[in-house]
């Protein structure tokens, strides 16, 4: 690795003032100040709908704010001010946004993503040895070795942010923003990650660092911004904040802290879900795991660990190579729907892409699961339809202004994932498997979804999630598995749950 | 059977790791949260279908000034006899762009219905042609479909290869020529009721049913959820495979009748008849609100569609506007009745 003195970037100073930003009649940003000051990482804080998005937007040029201002003072102490940028002004400043979702090329070679947009070329002729040579110097840069002829769609998640990151940084970044980058991040990712935006902030880049998880405040910010329905909570430097009062400043109430849940007052039920030296190619192997009726079980590992896989598996969309299965006694279903038919419900990790269906009501998302229930002959009744909602709305606390019939999309994330759970409360599922069922939720929501989740394990519900957020599984967990490349290294019981004890069983 | 893709996506979303570009770059509906769309009921629908009906309605006022023939209950029949057929073929069309799927077949397998049909009477029974052609029809779907759902073709390839099949195989079928069909234009010209042709009695019949099939049965909800979100859907049960099969045998059946009214107007079956027919039927149903993208749009739209192309053509003819200017203003309603659907995307996305 190089560790050459990092060359300085240019002075970058940004100062919002009092912008505004609506959307369809509906004010999202109401006057927010913030500062981005180059060689500071600045964490900005807040939950789903709190805006940060749109703010980070109007800075990078996304977004023109319909009131306030962006002043970027000058080395000689003149200040300009601009009403708005377009996003190639903002380019031309140097910002850059690194998305939660990735937005490279799949199928491109790394070297062609890193010089993606700015390729090195004369009278319009791509140069690939200078393709390939910047990629190289910017990568050693990094401290990072990757193929550079290799497809960016075949690299894990957190290769191909490293490769955006290249990309911010090759184009001559001096602020780099960050949307949750640590969403889909393993813990050895994330710590290298922090490792980049440091080297990064001692160059003198302004960092905007979008998060949801605390602890990673403490780790790497500088400065706080934390935004509540629109509006600064809370602003300043990251050491004068305690956990809680970040907490209070997203979610206006107080939360109590990551605490273990009071152990679940009766024996647990009979076995519902068994795997028996069970094998899935390419997912998980030799994996001996019960689920009793009233139980929670977390199985906890690092994005890829296999976790994922053991749920498809109770799903049917995963089929074993070895080993038995057994849900209730049956042998596993051959596909979802049979699988619905056992009395099995699911959440996939990728809300978006494989739960909700964006464009249409909630009503018909939260019954879509029970339409063979709701329907005789083939035909529904459009007011029985609404009726689920109307049943699960308060339980779970689902705020859709607009009621049943309003679209799931334009619900906040935590809203729609609750929509999406209370479809097989419906359903009437005695085995739930879910999949990071609190990601991208805000605090405030989570905390709704695990109260749900514990009722319903005392109604006598089996539980198993997957996740890969430890917080989670002490939080929620009766008992945790921990997987490590397939293969179970750990059970842990009750009070043995502990963030250290899960992090160290995950990590070989 | 494994889950079709949508037209646009082309490939299956894979755990977020090919979300195309962007999903990455809109600015996410969660943060910007907001209402749902003024009023409507059913999402954001109403207040498109509004919008439309205002266009129609100009179009009407604009011929009724300029031809005083244009409001006459004659040249009236003339338009919906005129859509008819497109109709027909256009309702069942809907189903399937809602699906995320699309059907461009339409036209050929008219003309192949027809002339199957006018062959088959030449020697059997005029019933017997007409089951043959229903058959063919239904068979033209079930190949579509399957090709689509279990074989995974794109649905624009899949049916853009059996449109030049099925072209190819009514010309051979007719020799080439023209086949003259004696005894068969009660379907195509009679006028039971209000001396309202048969066709339109059939049109309205159809939409009626079709209304109340995606309102009020799984199948139909089984569409839209399916064509929202494939793997979404397949993760809650919906047999979206099964019913986008269903709905290319719809499609099959509507292109079959089609084929029979054509017969019967014309006394007569052609193998050129219905060329370009998939344009009129993919203008109409994406200028009525279906969306491209799948997951959106109704069949009151698609008719609000029917009607502003055949009041403009009918205007345009009345006006006597060369009929090469009516398939530019045609090609150009297309175009622009796209651009509305892509706009409208981005206006839901902010």
């Given amino acids: 690795m190089p560790s050459s003195t990092p060359e300085p970037v240019p002075a970058f100073t940004l100062r919002a003032r009092g912008i505004r930003k609506s959307f369809g009649g509906t004010e999202v940003l109401h006057s927010v100040d913030v500062d981005i000051v180059g060689g500071r990482v600045l964490a900005l804080l807040g939950e789903n709908g709190a805006g940060k998005s749109t703010l980070v937007r109007v800075v990078a040029g996304a977004h023109a704010p319909d009131r306030g201002t962006l002043e970027f003072p000058k080395p000689d102490g003149d200040v300009e001010t601009v009403t708005g940028l377009d996003p190639l002004a903002a380019r031309k400043r140097g910002i850059r946004m690194i998305f939660q979702e990735l937005s490279d090329a799949a199928d491109l070679t790394v070297a062609e993503n890193i010089s993606l947009g700015h390729w090195p070329a004369r009278a319009g002729i791509v140069s690939w040895r200078g393709m390939r040579h910047r990629a190289q110097q910017v990568l050693s840069s990094m401290g990072v070795d990757l193929d550079l002829g290799a497809a960016v769609g075949e690299l894990r998640i957190g290769e191909r942010q490293v490769v955006e990151i290249a990309r911010a940084l090759s184009d001559e970044a001096t602020c780099l923003i960050l949307d949750e980058p640590t969403a889909a991040l393993s813990a050895e990712e994330v710590e290298r990650l922090f490792g980049f935006v440091r080297r990064l902030r001692d160059r003198g880049v302004a960092l905007v660092y979008i998060t949801h998880r605390l602890d990673e405040v403490a780790a790497i910010a500088d400065d706080v911004v934390v935004l509540r329905d629109g509006a600064v909570s809370a602003s300043g430097p990251a050491r004068e904040f305690q956990r809680s009062q970040l907490v209070t400043a997203m979610v206006g109430r107080e939360i109590g802290a990551v605490a273990r849940p009071p152990a679940s007052a009766g024996e647990p039920g009979p076995v519902v879900l068994a795997f028996r030296r069970a094998t899935s190619l390419r997912g998980f192997a030799d994996l001996d795991l019960t689920v009793r009726a009233g139980e929670i079980v977390c199985l906890y590992g690092k994005v890829g660990s296999g976790t994922a896989e053991v749920a498809d598996a109770v799903f049917g969309r995963r089929q074993l190579s070895g080993g038995t299965l057994k849900i209730q006694d049956l042998p596993p279903a051959r596909n979802p729907r049979a699988a619905i038919d056992h009395g099995v419900g699911y959440l996939a990790a990728d809300r978006q892409g494989e739960g909700a269906l964006m464009t249409r009501t909630v009503a018909e998302n939260l019954a879509a699961p029970s339409w063979p229930r709701l329907s005789r002959f083939g035909l529904i009744n459009a007011d029985q339809e609404r009726r689920p909602f109307d049943r699960w709305r308060s339980a779970l606390d689902i705020r859709a202004a607009g009621g049943p019939e309003q679209l799931l999309a334009s619900l906040s994330g935590g809203n729609q994932q609750k929509v999406l759970l209370a479809r097989w409360l419906e359903r009437g599922s005695k085995l739930l498997a879910l999949v990071e069922p609190t990601r991208g939720v805000d605090v405030g929501a989570r905390a709704d979804i695990y109260a749900a989740l514990r009722e319903l394990a005392g109604t006598g519900t089996a539980i198993l999630v997957a996740t890969s957020d430890y917080e989670e599984v002490v939080q929620l967990a009766d008992r945790a598995v921990v997987l490590a490349r397939g293969r179970v290294t750990r059970e842990l019981q009750g009070d043995e749950i502990t963030t250290e004890a899960l992090t160290d069983a995950a990590g070989g | 059977m494994s889950e079709p893709t949508n037209i646009r996506e082309g490939k299956m979303v894979d755990l977020s790791l090919k979300k195309p570009a962007a999903s990455a770059a809109h600015p996410d509906a969660v943060e910007s949260g907001g209402p749902p769309g003024p009023g409507g009921r059913r999402g954001r629908s109403a207040p498109e279908l509004a919008a439309l009906l205002i266009v129609l309605v100009a179009l009407i006022i604009f011929f009724w000034i300029k031809s005083p023939f244009f409001m006459t209950k004659d040249n009236i029949l003339n338009v919906l006899t005129a859509i008819a057929v497109t109709g027909i073929i256009a309702v069942p069309g809907t189903m399937l762009l809602i699906a995320g799927q699309v059907d461009l077949s339409v036209g050929s397998g008219a003309a192949f219905c027809g002339v199957m049909m006018a062959t088959t009477a030449q020697s059997q029974a005029i019933i017997v042609g007409v089951l043959v052609a229903v058959g063919m029809g239904i068979l033209i779907g079930l190949v579509n479909g399957i ?61 009626i049913i079709a209304v109340l099939v995606m309102r009020y049965t799984v199948f139909g909800r089984s ?33 079959a009748l089609s084929g029979l009214i054509l017969d019967s107007q014309l006394s007569a079956a052609s193998p050129n008849a219905a060329t370009g027919l998939e344009l009129t039927v ?69």
């Fill in chain 2, 282 to 350: 993919v203008t109409a149903i994406v200028l009525g609100g279906a969306s491209l993208a799948g997951g959106r749009g109704t069949i009151q739209g698609t008719v609000v569609g029917l009607l502003i192309i055949g009041v403009l053509n009918n205007g345009l003819t009345l006006l006597n506007v060369n009929s090469f200017y009516q398939q530019v203003a045609s090609g150009a309603l297309l175009i622009i009745a796209v651009s509305f659907d892509q706009l409208r995307l981005r206006l839901a996305k902010a």
């Fill in chain 2, 147 to 207: 090709l689509v759902t279990v074989f995974r073709v794109n649905a624009l390839i899949a049916t853009l290869g059996m449109l030049a099949v099925l072209r190819g195989l009514t010309e051979v079928r007719a020799n080439g020529g023209t086949v003259t069909l004696a005894n068969f234009s009660g379907l195509g010209t009679a006028r039971p009721f209000l001396s309202i042709p048969v066709p339109v009695l059939l049109l309205i019949g159809i939409v």
């Fill in chain 2, 223 to 255: 569409l839209y959820a399916t064509g929202s979100n494939p793997v979404a859907a397949r993760l809650v049960g919906v047999r979206g495979s099964k019913m986008i099969v269903l709905a290319f045998v719809a499609s099959g059946l509507g292109v």
